[in-house]
């Protein structure tokens, strides 16, 4: 570790006792210091400790449901401000940059991107912006270390499958616009999205989409910290992947 990720971790348990990184520390030894589902075997990191879950009820955890709630509630207006955009605006969409391809079948426009909400989004997709903002963000619900973007399959199109990079994140996908044949692959299960209603996955485990259907399927997409990671494992983290994402030029 760097002397900055040392300091930063010293300073964290000082603040929160001796053990409070005990799985942060396991994670960064050799061999990942746990065993891991199978499908779990292309992610990079795995947190000890979490459960080796893929599908997870959107309502199971008391801190991700007022999340929820607020997406679900305001859905009707999000669906509405996301299709005047994607007809009056589409410059604001851009080919999805993953960390293992780019897709022009893909579109995204983000919201919350580097840490900080993106201020063009502002006026493109108002009350997604705000629910998210005052739901996620300003809650500290949100992953700081990844995103939240209204993602759209262009008919035809689909996501071959992956591991994202580790499992101390989770994704929350609302159903915004959902054509028929379109499905999502999660560990070998797959679902279809409920226009409305959210979908909650770990996407550390192998998963895959497609849009089979005749328009494009939207979602709106937020990388949440995984509810069974804690306060401390959180600051620990996000110092952790920050400064070996400097050490490697990415910003």
């Known amino acids: 570790m760097t002397p900055e990720i040392e300091n930063a971790f010293v300073a964290i348990r000082s603040d929160h006792g001796a053990d409070s990184l005990s799985r942060v520390e396991r994670m960064l030894e050799p061999g990942g210091g746990a065993a ?8 990079k990191w795995i947190l000890p400790g979490l459960s080796p879950t893929p599908w997870h009820d959107p309502r199971a955890h008391p801190e991700l449901i007022p999340v929820v709630q607020a997406l679900e509630s ?42 900080a909400m993106v201020e063009e989004a502002a006026t493109t997709v108002p009350t997604a912006y705000k629910v998210l903002e005052e739901f996620a963000v300003d809650t500290e619900k949100i992953c700081p270390l990844l995103e939240s973007h209204f993602s759209t399959l262009l008919p035809g199109a689909s996501i071959a499958p992956h591991c994202d990079l580790w499992n101390f994140s989770i ?31 770990d996407y550390s485990f192998e ?38 994402r400097r050490l490697m030029g990415e910003g």
Do not use: M
């Open 36 to 43: 891991r589902h199978p499908l779990q075997k292309g992610a």
């Open 74 to 115: 305001a859905h009707p207006v999000i669906r509405d401000e996301l299709k005047s955009a994607w007809e009056a605006r589409r410059e604001a969409f851009s080919d999805y940059e993953h960390y293992l391809t780019r897709q022009t079948d893909w579109q995204a426009l983000h919201l919350y991107r580097g840490g």
């Open 171 to 201: 994704n929350l996908h609302l159903a915004v616009d959902i054509p028929d044949g379109c499905s999502i692959t999660v560990a070998g299960e797959t679902r279809t999205w409920q226009e409305g209603h959210c979908l909650l996955f």
């Open 207 to 244: 998963h895959e989409a497609r849009n089979d259907g005749a328009r494009p399927r939207t979602c709106l997409l937020v990388d949440l910290w995984h509810p069974e990671t804690t306060i401390p494992e959180r600051r620990a983290l996000t110092v952790l992947i920050s400064e070996i």
